[in-house]
């Protein structure tokens, strides 16, 4: 079963614009990660955050992470055309990450 | 480095018919592990491995088997192809790590498209 729900399912937006995608967990969790992924290709590894902190930035990245609500969010600034993808939280659990559904990233130039 | 490779990139297989896919990286990762993705549902896990001569289950394990008698490589095996396992299938890999710790960032392989009619 799916631990991370990513929201919304798709955003569409326009260049220099900001995107920001939501996930939300059930249990516990230890760390979460964000992950890429280009049309066609494997996942790209974005981001950890660990449940003792609350925001941490990469870039144009800001990923902040709400262990009362259970929920992150991830936000690109400035976003570009080459950040059309789909984006997925990941949550650990015993030796596995446990992948969300996605969130569809249309950046329109 | 080239990473984590996997073959072949396409497969098309009747129901019932065996093969392999093949995974391999070269970072000396111990941690190894197959999903697959499928529209609408994301990434599964299939099978894990922490190490050479350990592999685990993962939450859609059903039809397929692992292997790993070396660090390198992590070969995936459907045994008897139905159908259902018309899928996107991904390898990955991540640092060493104690049995039951997280998982630090995995690292993907570019997929191997497989299609059962």
């Known amino acids: 079963s799916q631990q991370g729900e990513e929201d919304p399912q798709a955003l569409s937006i326009q260049e220099g614009e900001n995107a920001t995608m939501n996930c939300s967990y059930k249990?516990?969790?230890?760390?979460l990660q964000w992950y890429r992924q280009n049309s066609g290709r494997g996942l790209v590894h974005l981001i950890l955050?660990?449940?003792?902190?609350r925001e941490k930035h990469s870039g144009r990245l800001r990923v902040t992470l709400d262990t009362s609500k259970k929920s992150s969010s991830l936000l690109i600034t400035a976003s570009r055309a080459a950040d059309t993808a789909s984006y997925f939280c990941a949550t650990d659990g015993y030796s596995t990450l446990t992948f969300g559904k996605g969130t569809m990233l249309l950046v329109s130039p | 480095n080239a990473g984590v490779t996997q073959t072949p990139k396409f497969q098309v297989l009747k129901t019932g018919q065996s093969m392999t896919l093949q995974c391999a990286q070269d970072m000396n990762h111990e941690y190894m592990s197959w999903y697959r993705q499928d529209p609408g549902m994301g990434l599964r896990l299939i099978h894990y491995?922490?190490?050479?001569?350990?592999?685990d289950q993962g939450e859609v394990p059903n039809g397929y088997n692992v292997s790993r008698s070396t660090t390198e490589d992590f070969p995936l095996r459907l045994l008897s192809a139905a159908p259902s396992q018309t899928s996107v299938y991904f390898c990955a890999s991540s640092y060493s790590l104690p049995q039951g710790a997280v998982p630090y960032e995995q690292y993907f392989g570019p997929g191997t498209r497989l299609t059962v009619t």
């Open positions: 955050i660990r449940s003792n902190e």
């Open positions: 491995s922490v190490g050479a001569g350990i592999t």
């Open positions: 249990t516990s969790i230890n760390n």
